[in-house]
């Protein structure tokens, strides 16, 4: 019976090949400034705003409170907790996020012209429709963005204003783990292997514009 054993086909083990991940969807700068350019309330460019200068996520924006916003420090704190309006930040941690002048002073017209004396411990809220006052839902979000997509011809998504932020920092030179840091990710892991086709192909661009590809002396 050895001669038949040894003929009987063995169990493999079976090979799984990863598989890329997608690289991520970047805003052109000017599309990013059409579709801020493009929004009628402070509210709606303030929440874009935020997005990409601090690189939050919709949902962390959505359930941003004003505590959360150091205006002295020039900074957004973001803090998981349970929210009305059901948004909720991914990671489950708390992280600051430093944020420019200019987001800051958004913010502070924002509050003065258009959210007023309204009692709400949420940033972003229903300031024109029904029920007033309650903080926005993702639906309001997707509802928005379907309106400056069709005014502006762009077809984005609100997570390419946090893929435009970390791109930017990257190219800026900011590390890998600061990026990791800033977007709150769990594992540099999650971080490397979204963005780590930057560091090569900045590289490439960096070489090129230095003519190491085109004019070396040397032959390889």
Request: a positive charge; aromatic letters at 8%.
């Amino acid at each position: 019976m050895e001669h038949i054993a040894k003929s009987r086909p063995q169990k493999a083990r079976t090979i799984r090949l990863r598989q890329p991940r997608r690289r991520p969807v970047v805003l052109f700068a000017g599309d990013a400034q059409a579709v801020l350019d493009e929004c009628e309330h402070l509210r709606d460019r303030l929440l874009f705003a935020l997005l990409l200068d601090t690189g939050l996520r919709i949902g962390e924006a959505l359930g941003l409170r004003h505590k959360g916003i150091a205006l002295a420090d020039r900074q957004v704190n973001v803090t998981p907790r349970p929210n009305a309006n059901r948004v909720w930040a991914k990671a489950g941690r708390s992280r600051s996020v430093p944020a420019s002048t200019e987001l800051m002073r958004l913010y502070a017209d924002y509050l003065n012209r258009e959210y007023g004396a309204l009692d709400s411990d949420y940033v972003f809220v229903n300031l024109w429709g029904r029920p007033h006052g309650r903080p926005l839902t993702y639906s309001a979000v997707y509802d928005l963005v379907e309106r400056l997509r069709r005014c502006t011809g762009i077809d984005f998504e609100p997570h390419q204003f946090r893929h435009s932020y970390a791109t930017w920092l990257l190219r800026k030179g900011a590390g890998m783990e600061s990026v990791k840091e800033l977007l709150g990710h769990a594992s540099i892991t999650t971080t490397m292997d979204t963005y780590e086709h930057l560091t090569v192909e900045d590289a490439r661009r960096t070489l090129e514009a230095a003519g190491w590809f085109t004019g070396r002396e040397v032959r390889l």
